[in-house]
C-alpha cells in the first residue's frame, strides 16, 4: 500500500455535468500527478503539480484543471464531461530529487452516461 | 519525446514456469524507466526502477528486469510465475529532467494451472 488515497472509488457522471476527484498525497511527498486510463490501455498524463502551482501538462484541453493544496492534497476537476472522459483516473505522488518516482493511488473510475 | 512499446499484448504461462515480459523505449534523452503492476480494479504498483548502476535490478514478488542500453529494451522476467500474478504489466519510462511518465500499452499475465 502506497499511502496515496483517492476518493470516491467509483462515480457516474451525465454528458455535460462538472466532477471532482480527490487525492490525498503520501507523507512527505510534495508532487502530485494525475493520469487518464481509458479501458485496455496505458495511463496517459494529464498534468502534475508541485508547490502549487502546475509543473507541466500533457496533451489534454483546459476542461481538465486540477488545484494542489498546502497540506499536498489536490483536486481533479473536468468540466462539460464528453463519454470519452470514461476512465480510471489515477493519481500519484513522489519528490523532486528522488529521480521522479511516482506512487499511485488505487484510482476513480469515473462513468460518463 | 519518448515512446515505449510493450511487444505482447497477451502472455498466458503454466504455473511455475518462467516468464519474460519484452519492452522496448525510444528516446532521444536520457530516461529512467520502470515496471508497475496493475491488479484487477486495483491502482498501479511499482514492481522495479532503473535509475542508474547495474543493469540488472531486482524488484518485488521475485521479478527482475535487465537494461539494455544498445537495444533500447528493458525486459521483465521471473524464473517460476504463480497463480497471484495474473496481472496487467506496464512498462514506463521518464526523462531524467522530467516528471511524466510515459506508459506502454500494457502486457496481460495470465498464470493457469
Known amino acids: 500500500e502506497t499511502g496515496v488515497t483517492q476518493s470516491p472509488t467509483h462515480l457516474i457522471k451525465t454528458r455535460g455535468q ?11 511527498h510534495n508532487t502530485v500527478s494525475w ?3 481509458a479501458l485496455g490501455q496505458g495511463p496517459q498524463f494529464i498534468f502534475q503539480y508541485y508547490r502549487e502551482e ?10 481538465f484543471s486540477g488545484l494542489q493544496f498546502p497540506n499536498y492534497s489536490s483536486e481533479l476537476n473536468v468540466n462539460a464531461l464528453e463519454l470519452d ?21 488505487a484510482g476513480t473510475r469515473l462513468s460518463v452516461l | 519525446a519518448q515512446s515505449v512499446t510493450q511487444l505482447d499484448s497477451q502472455v ?6 518462467p516468464v519474460e515480459l519484452r519492452c522496448n523505449y525510444s528516446s532521444s ?22 535509475l542508474s548502476g547495474s543493469t540488472l535490478v531486482k524488484g518485488i514478488n521475485g521479478f ?3 537494461f539494455n542500453k544498445s537495444q533500447t529494451s528493458f525486459h521483465l522476467r521471473k524464473p517460476s510465475v504463480h497463480i497471484s500474478d495474473t496481472a496487467e504489466y506496464f512498462c514506463a519510462v521518464i526523462p531524467n529532467s522530467g516528471y511524466a511518465l510515459n506508459f506502454g500499452k500494457g502486457t496481460s499475465l495470465l498464470v493457469t494451472p
Open chain 1, 18 to 28: 462538472q466532477v471532482t476527484l480527490r487525492c490525498s498525497s503520501q507523507s512527505g
Open chain 1, 35 to 37: 493520469y487518464q486510463q
Open chain 1, 54 to 63: 502546475e509543473n507541466g501538462r500533457g496533451n489534454f484541453p483546459p476542461r
Open chain 1, 85 to 105: 472522459d470514461s476512465a480510471l483516473y489515477l493519481c500519484a505522488s513522489g519528490e523532486p530529487g528522488t529521480k521522479n518516482i511516482q506512487y499511485f493511488g
Open chain 2, 12 to 17: 498466458p504461462v503454466f504455473e511455475e514456469a
Open chain 2, 29 to 50: 534523452v536520457s530516461v529512467y524507466l520502470f515496471w508497475y503492476v496493475q491488479y484487477p480494479n486495483q491502482g498501479l504498483q511499482l514492481l522495479l526502477k532503473y
Open chain 2, 64 to 66: 527482475e528486469a535487465e
